[in-house]
Structure formats: C-alpha cells, structure tokens
C-alpha cells in the first residue's frame, strides 16, 4: 500500500548564500553600492574560514552564481579554494549586484546620518521602495561606461535603487535561471551582496516590506536553506556559525554610529 500524500517526505533542496566578506570600502564605512570595492585582509580571511566552514557541511556546492562584482567573486574564489571545490561551475551575473546606492555612492554612512538625520538615513538605506537620489551619468562613482555591463542596455545600468527595484530586478534571474539548477538537484552557492541577499532572503521567507527593514546579512558566514520542490523553505534558514553571524549582523545594523 502506498503512503498517504500527506506523510510523504518531500524532497529537499540546499541553496547556500555567503553574503561577500569585508570590502575595503566596508571598513572605511561608505556606501558601495556598484563600485567595485574589493576585500580587504579580514574578508579574505572571513571568506576562507567561511570555505572552512563549507568543507564541514554537506551537502557541497556544485554550482556558483555570483554577482558582476570583485568582493563577491574574490570571496567566492577564496571560500570555494579552502573547501577544495575551485572547480565547479560559475555563473557570473549583475542581477546579483549589491542594490545601486545612486548618489550616496563613495560617501561615509555616518557623515550621511550627521548631515540628512537619522530618519532620512534610514529611509535611504533600509525602507523598501524610497531609492536614494539618483548618481550623475559623470561621477565618478557611476558605472555608465562600466565596461562589465557593455552587454546592458544603456538604459538599464541602474543610477540608483530601492531594495524593491533589486527584488524587481533580480526574482526574474532566480526563477528563469538558479530556479532551474536547484530543481535538477544541484547544490546552488550563491556569493553576492548584503542588498541581494536581503532581496532573496525576503522572498524565499515571505518577509513583509517593512519587516525586512530590521534584517541584515553578516560578512562571510553562510546561510543555509532547505527549500522543497516548490523551492519554500521546509525549516528555518540557518547560518553555519550562529554567534558569529548574530555579531556580524549587530555591526552592519550599527554603521550609521
Ligand atoms: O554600502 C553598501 O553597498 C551596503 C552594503 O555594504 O550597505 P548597507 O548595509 O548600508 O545597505
């Protein structure tokens, strides 16, 4: 006799998000954005501990997906070299960018809070649908002639972002694409942004627009999802290592001090 449907264990999923370790441009607290800010030494190292850290997990990655930007791939390459797992396939592309922060884009995060106020501060930085205001075509924190992005319509290449225009740009790239990986029963690494992955991670658990407000990602730590075959979380989403990364999310919280 066959099992009732409703006690049949539903196949699970795992999809691994690393949110990027710490950037030059974290550390000297400025708002990135698309800039191309690479690791300093500390996330190079959070990034090789959080291959560490994959090398003691299974399932193991069998494909990444990064964004277009150095941080993410320069961790990815790290944290896949100490799990002994360089050799898997990559896919590289911009909708897994961090959330284009407009004109706010090079300045320090606590200058902007001093200057505007703490409430116009975090409207900018974590309400869901306000962008900042838009950067100028000839900043030179613009990536209009960004030659990484010459296969995007001119139009296209962002000058600034809500997280709901990231969630807009980015849902259709997960469902079309890792979607697809995921349900053939590949184990999916994804090695983006804290704005990206807030983006995803609002999605995957549902979160409301202002809920997500009070989320945020710590450098270098992997996230675990179990996901079914409708790609739903059938547990809670954890990280490999809880305290580290319930600091690391304090201190992102803390930028604006
Ligand atoms: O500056 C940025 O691009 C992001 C991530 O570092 O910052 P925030 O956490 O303020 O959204």
Redesign the pocket.
Known sequence: MSEPVSKKSKPTHTLILLRHGE?E??EKN????WVDAKLNAKGRKEATHAGELLADFEPKPDVLYTSKLSRAIQTANLALESADRLWIDVKRNWRLN??H?GALQGKN?KEIAEEFGNEKFMTW??SFDVPPPPIADDDKFSQYNDERYADLPKDEIPKTESLKLVIDRLLPYWSDVIAKDIKEGKTVLITA???SLRALVKHLDNISDDDIAGL?IPTGIPLIYELDDDLKPVRERYYLDPEAAAAGAAA?AN?GK
């Open positions: 950037s441009w974290n400025l708002f990135t954005g961090e959330r922060y995060k930085r974590r942004h804290g704005n945020n992102v930028q």
